[in-house]
Protein backbone atom coordinates (compact mmCIF):
# COMPACT_ATOMS: atom_id res chain seq x y z
CA UNK A 1 0.00 0.00 0.00
CA UNK A 2 2.90 2.70 0.87
CA UNK A 3 5.04 1.51 -2.53
CA UNK A 4 5.32 3.80 -5.27
CA UNK A 5 3.21 2.89 -8.38
CA UNK A 6 6.81 1.82 -10.18
CA UNK A 7 7.93 -0.09 -6.97
CA UNK A 8 4.47 -2.07 -6.96
CA UNK A 9 4.82 -3.05 -11.05
CA UNK A 10 8.18 -4.07 -10.86
CA UNK A 11 6.61 -6.42 -7.80
CA UNK A 12 3.50 -7.43 -9.62
CA UNK A 13 5.97 -8.37 -12.68
CA UNK A 14 8.71 -10.46 -10.58
CA UNK A 15 8.12 -14.37 -10.36
CA UNK A 16 7.02 -13.97 -6.40
CA UNK A 17 3.53 -15.45 -6.09
CA UNK A 18 2.53 -11.60 -4.85
CA UNK A 19 1.20 -8.87 -5.56
CA UNK A 20 -0.76 -11.29 -8.29
CA UNK A 21 -3.90 -11.61 -9.91
CA UNK A 22 -6.64 -10.90 -7.43
CA UNK A 23 -4.61 -7.84 -5.91
CA UNK A 24 -4.35 -6.43 -9.83
CA UNK A 25 -7.71 -6.96 -10.17
CA UNK A 26 -8.69 -4.85 -7.01
CA UNK A 27 -6.24 -1.99 -8.26
CA UNK A 28 -8.05 -1.74 -10.99
CA UNK A 29 -11.52 -1.47 -9.70
CA UNK A 30 -9.94 1.02 -7.34
CA UNK A 31 -9.06 3.13 -10.16
CA UNK A 32 -12.67 2.75 -11.75
CA UNK A 33 -13.54 3.80 -8.30
CA UNK A 34 -11.42 6.65 -8.34
CA UNK A 35 -12.54 8.46 -11.65
CA UNK A 36 -16.26 8.49 -10.96
CA UNK A 37 -14.90 10.57 -7.62
CA UNK A 38 -13.14 12.62 -9.92
CA UNK A 39 -16.50 13.10 -11.61
CA UNK A 40 -18.66 13.55 -9.14
CA UNK A 41 -16.01 16.45 -7.23
CA UNK A 42 -16.26 18.10 -10.95
CA UNK A 43 -19.65 17.84 -10.45
CA UNK A 44 -20.29 19.27 -7.37
CA UNK A 45 -20.80 22.63 -6.93
CA UNK A 46 -22.10 23.28 -10.16
CA UNK A 47 -25.15 25.31 -10.50
CA UNK A 48 -26.25 23.55 -14.04
CA UNK A 49 -26.03 20.25 -11.86
CA UNK A 50 -27.99 21.71 -8.77
CA UNK A 51 -30.66 19.37 -8.99
CA UNK A 52 -28.53 16.66 -8.32
CA UNK A 53 -26.10 17.64 -5.51
CA UNK A 54 -27.64 15.83 -3.06
CA UNK A 55 -27.12 12.75 -5.10
CA UNK A 56 -23.40 13.93 -6.00
CA UNK A 57 -22.64 14.02 -2.58
CA UNK A 58 -23.82 10.41 -1.61
CA UNK A 59 -21.72 9.27 -4.48
CA UNK A 60 -18.76 10.74 -3.19
CA UNK A 61 -19.27 8.98 0.29
CA UNK A 62 -19.69 5.62 -1.21
CA UNK A 63 -17.12 6.32 -3.44
CA UNK A 64 -14.63 7.21 -0.76
CA UNK A 65 -15.70 3.99 1.17
CA UNK A 66 -15.34 1.56 -1.88
CA UNK A 67 -11.89 2.70 -2.69
CA UNK A 68 -10.65 2.28 0.66
CA UNK A 69 -12.26 -1.44 0.80
CA UNK A 70 -10.57 -1.88 -2.83
CA UNK A 71 -7.17 -1.00 -1.84
CA UNK A 72 -7.98 -2.43 1.55
CA UNK A 73 -8.29 -5.69 -0.60
CA UNK A 74 -5.04 -5.73 -2.43
CA UNK A 75 -3.19 -6.15 0.88
CA UNK A 76 -5.57 -8.69 2.05
CA UNK A 77 -5.25 -10.88 -1.34
CA UNK A 78 -1.80 -11.02 -0.77
CA UNK A 79 -2.36 -12.29 2.81
CA UNK A 80 -4.33 -15.18 2.17
CA UNK A 81 -2.27 -16.59 -0.76
CA UNK A 82 0.34 -16.94 2.42
CA UNK A 83 -1.19 -19.96 4.18
CA UNK A 84 -2.51 -21.34 0.80
CA UNK A 85 1.45 -21.40 -1.09
CA UNK A 86 2.50 -23.20 2.40
CA UNK A 87 -0.17 -25.75 2.30
CA UNK A 88 0.81 -26.91 -1.32
CA UNK A 89 3.78 -28.08 0.01
CA UNK A 90 2.69 -30.05 2.69
CA UNK A 91 3.47 -33.52 2.50
CA UNK A 92 1.13 -35.91 1.13
CA UNK A 93 1.02 -38.57 3.61
CA UNK A 94 0.78 -35.50 6.86
CA UNK A 95 -2.83 -35.82 8.79
CA UNK A 96 -5.16 -33.19 8.09
CA UNK A 97 -3.04 -32.29 4.92
CA UNK A 98 -6.78 -32.65 3.11
CA UNK A 99 -8.07 -30.38 5.25
CA UNK A 100 -5.66 -27.74 5.72
CA UNK A 101 -5.27 -27.07 1.91
CA UNK A 102 -9.13 -27.09 1.65
CA UNK A 103 -8.97 -24.31 3.99
CA UNK A 104 -6.49 -22.37 2.67
CA UNK A 105 -8.07 -22.28 -0.77
CA UNK A 106 -11.89 -20.99 0.50
CA UNK A 107 -9.83 -18.12 2.42
CA UNK A 108 -7.84 -17.33 -1.07
CA UNK A 109 -11.17 -17.85 -2.59
CA UNK A 110 -12.99 -15.21 -0.50
CA UNK A 111 -10.77 -12.42 -1.27
CA UNK A 112 -11.69 -12.16 -5.18
CA UNK A 113 -15.22 -13.10 -4.15
CA UNK A 114 -15.44 -9.79 -1.61
CA UNK A 115 -13.86 -8.06 -4.62
CA UNK A 116 -16.59 -8.58 -7.06
CA UNK A 117 -19.04 -7.77 -4.09
CA UNK A 118 -17.83 -4.43 -3.60
CA UNK A 119 -17.74 -3.69 -7.39
CA UNK A 120 -20.82 -4.50 -8.04
CA UNK A 121 -22.50 -2.81 -5.21
CA UNK A 122 -20.88 0.19 -6.63
CA UNK A 123 -21.61 -0.01 -10.74
CA UNK A 124 -24.72 1.76 -9.99
CA UNK A 125 -22.77 5.37 -9.27
CA UNK A 126 -21.10 4.70 -12.49
CA UNK A 127 -25.03 4.89 -13.77
CA UNK A 128 -25.85 7.86 -11.63
CA UNK A 129 -22.97 10.08 -13.18
CA UNK A 130 -23.56 9.02 -16.72
CA UNK A 131 -27.34 10.66 -16.04
CA UNK A 132 -26.32 13.41 -13.56
CA UNK A 133 -22.47 12.99 -13.67
CA UNK A 134 -20.62 16.57 -15.80
CA UNK A 135 -20.75 16.01 -19.44
CA UNK A 136 -17.30 17.40 -19.54
CA UNK A 137 -16.10 14.50 -17.87
CA UNK A 138 -18.06 11.77 -19.45
CA UNK A 139 -15.91 10.36 -20.72
CA UNK A 140 -13.82 8.61 -17.64
CA UNK A 141 -17.43 7.15 -16.38
CA UNK A 142 -16.56 5.36 -19.41
CA UNK A 143 -13.16 4.67 -18.58
CA UNK A 144 -14.24 3.76 -15.02
CA UNK A 145 -16.99 1.27 -16.78
CA UNK A 146 -13.70 -0.38 -18.64
CA UNK A 147 -12.11 -0.55 -15.34
CA UNK A 148 -14.72 -1.88 -13.53
CA UNK A 149 -15.75 -4.89 -15.83
CA UNK A 150 -11.74 -5.75 -16.45
CA UNK A 151 -11.76 -6.08 -12.21
CA UNK A 152 -14.83 -8.12 -12.37
CA UNK A 153 -13.43 -10.60 -15.24
CA UNK A 154 -9.73 -10.62 -13.31
CA UNK A 155 -11.09 -11.34 -9.59
CA UNK A 156 -13.57 -14.47 -10.84
CA UNK A 157 -10.26 -15.93 -12.62
CA UNK A 158 -8.63 -15.79 -8.91
CA UNK A 159 -12.02 -17.31 -7.72
CA UNK A 160 -12.21 -19.96 -10.45
CA UNK A 161 -8.18 -20.98 -9.52
CA UNK A 162 -9.14 -21.70 -6.19
CA UNK A 163 -12.41 -23.48 -6.45
CA UNK A 164 -11.08 -25.65 -9.05
CA UNK A 165 -9.27 -27.41 -6.53
CA UNK A 166 -11.13 -27.85 -3.48
CA UNK A 167 -12.32 -31.01 -3.32
CA UNK A 168 -15.75 -29.79 -1.78
CA UNK A 169 -17.61 -29.48 -5.37
CA UNK A 170 -20.95 -28.75 -3.65
CA UNK A 171 -19.62 -25.43 -1.73
CA UNK A 172 -17.12 -25.16 -4.75
CA UNK A 173 -20.36 -24.63 -7.04
CA UNK A 174 -21.84 -22.41 -4.74
CA UNK A 175 -19.05 -19.69 -4.52
CA UNK A 176 -18.61 -20.44 -8.61
CA UNK A 177 -22.77 -19.36 -9.01
CA UNK A 178 -22.57 -16.63 -6.77
CA UNK A 179 -19.64 -14.93 -8.43
CA UNK A 180 -21.04 -16.00 -12.10
CA UNK A 181 -24.41 -14.17 -11.69
CA UNK A 182 -22.55 -10.97 -10.32
CA UNK A 183 -19.99 -10.88 -13.38
CA UNK A 184 -22.79 -11.64 -15.95
CA UNK A 185 -24.82 -8.58 -14.33
CA UNK A 186 -22.06 -6.41 -13.93
CA UNK A 187 -20.14 -7.07 -17.19
CA UNK A 188 -23.51 -6.03 -18.64
CA UNK A 189 -24.07 -3.12 -17.25
CA UNK A 190 -21.08 -1.80 -17.38
CA UNK A 191 -20.91 -2.63 -21.43
CA UNK A 192 -24.28 -0.74 -21.48
CA UNK A 193 -22.68 2.23 -19.45
CA UNK A 194 -19.48 2.01 -21.62
CA UNK A 195 -21.65 1.72 -25.19
CA UNK A 196 -24.45 4.79 -24.27
CA UNK A 197 -21.04 7.05 -23.33
CA UNK A 198 -19.51 5.70 -26.75
CA UNK A 199 -22.43 6.74 -28.64
CA UNK A 200 -22.55 9.88 -27.13
CA UNK A 201 -18.78 11.07 -27.69
CA UNK A 202 -19.44 9.87 -31.56
CA UNK A 203 -22.41 11.76 -32.39
Known amino acids: MNRTIQNFMNDLSSKNPVPGGGGASALIGAVGVSLCSMVANLTLGKPQYAIHQEDIEVILDRAEKSLESLLNLIQKDAEVFEPLSVAYYIPQDYPNREQILEQALLKASSVPME ?29 AASACRSALEGAIMNVYINTKLMKNREIASVLNTKAEVML ?8 SIFQQITQELKS
Open 115 to 143: IIEEIYQIIDIMEQLLVKGSKLAISDVGV
Open 184 to 191: TQGVKRCN
